[in-house]
């Protein structure tokens, strides 16, 4: 079974500062995708940044950026530049790449940018 | 495109009554999916398809019922609504590897007294 873990229930950041949320997964898988969703208070969940198992760069997109440390389990998401509009949820997910594609979410962490 | 169209956004039952959310695609994906949201909780999965005709369980998938008859289409039943179902619930979609990202629907907000 997958499981994925966000330690971090609530963060607050100031403004332009950059910000790393935390997820770790466990899975005996070797092949699969590692995703962050990013939910605002409006309640949509918007796709932010994929990584599979076998990339050995880290993904990027814009100004975020998905540190996957495979040996440690580990695929933290890094907002640089924070704005106050990332003031959301934040969801870190996995799922297996073949078969059934079932997607396993994390408890997500509520980040508030300050002003 | 639309992308992945939930309706109704909003829905209030009585305990015991029964509805269908109507979940719909226009992007050909293969995988459908029906999840649900609580406080203070991730996402769970509820049931799931790999493509038409095939359904299968996901991690909560009592008192609900799916069925896949085209690709476009993912309803979600609740056969007789309990106090516990009240929850938002997201449909999401994807090609078969989900590399591109799961696309989600902007919710069913459901209410049961």
């Known amino acids: 079974a997958q499981k994925i873990t966000q330690t971090q229930p609530g963060m607050f950041v100031q403004e332009k500062e950059a910000v790393t949320l935390d997820c770790t997964y466990d899975?005996?898988?070797?092949?699969?995708?590692l995703f962050w969703y990013k939910q605002p208070s409006s309640g949509e969940m918007i796709f932010l940044i994929y990584?599979?198992?076998?990339?050995?760069q880290n993904a990027t997109e814009g100004r975020y950026s998905l540190n996957f440390q495979k040996a440690r389990k580990s695929a933290n998401l890094v907002i640089s530049a924070s704005q106050l509009g990332d003031s959301a949820m934040y969801f870190c997910?996995?799922?297996?790449?073949?078969?059934?594609?079932?997607?396993?979410f994390g408890q997500g962490t509520r980040l508030t940018i300050n002003p | 495109n639309a992308g992945v169209t939930q309706t109704p956004k909003f829905q209030v039952l009585k305990t015991g009554q029964s509805m269908t959310l109507q979940c719909a695609q226009d992007?050909?994906?293969?995988?459908m999916s029906w999840y649900r949201q609580d406080p203070g909780m991730g996402l769970r999965l509820i049931h799931y398809s790999v493509g038409a005709g095939i359904t299968d369980q996901g991690e909560v998938p009592n008192g609900y019922n799916v069925s896949r008859s085209t690709t476009e289409d993912f309803p979600l039943r609740l056969l007789s609504a309990a106090p516990s179902q009240t929850s938002v619930y997201f449909c999401a979609s994807s090609f078969s590897t989900g590399g591109g990202g799961y696309t989600f629907g902007s919710g069913t907000r459901l209410t049961v007294v």
């Open positions: 990584q599979g198992s076998y990339d050995e």
């Open positions: 992007m050909n994906h293969e995988y």
């Open positions: 997910a996995m799922n297996r790449i073949q078969g059934a594609q079932k997607l396993v």
């Open positions: 899975t005996s898988d070797q092949s699969y995708g």
